[in-house]
């Protein structure tokens, strides 16, 4: 009994949720012929044609201007120096023989000769950078000797206005050269050379 009663409550409940179902998916498909939403229609290309840009314009080349040529450059005679034909003896004379009392006829050496030093190279001393600076000028005085080769050593500051000044004045002097002192031809060793340097500023 309960079966027969539970089996006939089920049937129309099965048939009401089956066309609830059905109803809901007829509700759901559209229908054909309706319209349906609008739909862009998109065009797509494989093989796209591209226009190829060129960065650099073409330069449009002038003409050159056609330029003459230099004139060429002047010819200077020149004439050949005249050899002379004769003997040099004959065109400068003979020395005539003198003859004085007193005076022997021995030879005489004309390459020995006595002279003192004479200066050969002479550097002027840079001036000190501390000392232009400050706009400071002044001299000095300096002692030394000359070598038989011509160069100043035993180089000694007698005065100075300046520790700058003595300094580059030392340097300079010790790079002056000289042709030595000679006796009878001899070069000898010359003491005592005294130099006096002025510093002064430009304006």
């Not at 001393?125 to 000095?140: D, N």
Request: glycine content about 6%; charged content about 20%; hydrophobic content about 40%.
């Amino acid at each position: 009994m309960h079966n027969i009663f539970r089996f006939s409550f089920s049937v129309p409940f099965a048939a009401l949720v089956t066309a609830s179902l059905a109803f809901l998916m007829a509700y759901m498909i559209p229908v054909e012929g309706e319209p349906g939403p609008d739909i862009t229609e998109l065009n797509f290309d494989l093989f796209p044609q591209v226009d190829v840009i060129d960065p650099t314009p073409p330069v449009e080349l002038r003409p050159v201007d056609s330029i003459a040529p230099p004139p060429p450059p002047p010819v200077i005679e020149t004439q050949a120096s005249l050899t002379p034909d004769s003997d040099l003896t004959v065109m400068a004379g003979t020395i005539p023989q003198i003859e004085v009392e007193g005076i022997g006829g021995g030879e005489i050496n004309l390459n020995r000769s006595d002279r003192d030093v004479l200066p050969v190279v002479r550097i002027i001393p840079s001036y000190p950078l501390r000392e232009a600076e400050r706009g400071i000028e002044g001299m000095c005085v300096l002692q030394f000797d000359v070598t038989t080769a011509g160069s100043p050593v035993n180089i000694q500051v007698l005065q100075c206005d300046s520790s700058g000044f003595a300094r580059e004045s030392v340097r300079a002097v010790e790079r002056w050269r000289y042709n030595p002192r000679v006796r009878d031809g001899v070069p000898q060793m010359y003491r005592g050379v005294q130099t006096r340097l002025e510093f002064k500023l430009d304006g």
